[in-house]
């Protein structure tokens, strides 16, 4: 009984803290209006079989490179496709990449953060190993990754996701240096829980809130460096819709038609912004004292 009780009891208290965040998140109108841009930029990614007026490889040289008007309202590309339909296709690509490269990162920057702060044998070695690969440019090492992997959608966010690895490492590591010397770790060593019940229990739940919103604004790096290897021809081949490969296309008729360059350059523009402000709405939602 007293079990389920106390159960309960953390129960409402992660409840009310939950309800708490999203008070303070609500504060922040930029914030929320990047989470509604960013909602509809999924929806758009989901849904886009239903949305898109066209295909997207959809060709048709009558109509090729034709202005906004009524029924392309993004006009038409060199190949008479309907830029607004691959605009519309390539925010599943650009969307995915941004949460599984992010995804890769979270994984292999959270296992080899929590190594390096809870094990201090492992420290040095884990964390030169990070400064080494941090010292390279992330754009030029996610280039060197897909030059080596090949060109594909798998490869790229694998590239992506990699060449942001330390950046989480290194803030799981912070987050876990200063939480595993709390009295409550301390309690569950002396109660002789094992290392991994301590981490994964103990450890690991108290070092999420940067981690978020880490997350949250590496997703907008990760949407840039995937739009920018496309663009040099590094990402997403074509016909495939990516807005990097949708900006690299419309480059040659920049002075004549620059719709095909300012549409992708615009939704990327939208989507990255979205994730920067809701990333700065989360971090100080979950840490106030960093608003003051």
């Known amino acids: 009984m007293s079990g389920e009780k106390e159960h309960m009891t953390e129960g409402a208290r992660s409840k009310r803290q939950r309800f708490v965040i999203w008070h303070r998140f609500k504060k922040n109108k930029q914030a929320v209006v990047g989470l509604v841009v960013l909602c509809i930029f999924i929806l758009i990614a989901v849904f886009a079989d239903r949305i898109a007026p066209y295909w997207y490889d959809d060709q048709n040289p009558s109509r090729a490179l034709m202005h906004p008007s009524g029924e392309f309202i993004f006009g038409t590309d060199n190949l008479g496709r309907d830029v607004l339909s691959r605009l519309i296709y390539g925010s ?22 929590v190594i390096a702060g809870y094990y201090q044998k492992l420290d040095n070695i884990i964390m030169r190993t990070m400064d080494l690969f941090m010292a390279i440019p992330q754009i030029l090492l996610a280039i060197c990754i897909v030059t ?40 569950a060593r002396a109660i002789g829980a094992n290392d991994a019940r301590i981490i994964i229990s103990h450890i690991l739940p108290n070092s999420l809130a940067p981690l978020i919103v880490q997350a949250t604004l590496a997703m907008a790096r ?71």
Do not use: C
């Not at 969307?95 to 953060?113: D, Q, R, W």
């Not at 992506?160 to 301390?186: C, D, M, N």
């Not at 496309?230 to 419309?250: H, N």
């Open 92 to 113: 599943r690509y650009s969307l995915m990449i941004g949460f599984f490269a992010v995804g890769i990162s979270v994984v292999f920057g959270t296992i080899l953060g």
């Open 148 to 187: 080596a992997l090949g060109s594909g959608l798998f490869n790229l966010m694998l590239a992506v996701g990699l060449s942001s690895t330390p950046q989480f490492a290194r803030v799981v590591r912070a987050s876990v240096l200063s939480t595993k010397e709390q009295e409550f770790v301390e309690a």
């Open 222 to 292: 990760a949407i840039i460096s995937a739009s920018a290897l496309s663009f040099l021809g590094f990402g997403i081949q074509p016909p495939e819709p990516e807005w990097g490969a949708l900006l690299a296309a419309g480059r040659r008729f920049i002075r004549t038609h620059s719709y095909l360059t300012v549409v992708p350059g615009l939704a990327i523009m939208a989507v990255v912004y979205s994730l920067n402000v809701v990333g700065d709405g989360l971090r100080d939602a979950l840490d106030p004292r960093l608003k003051r």
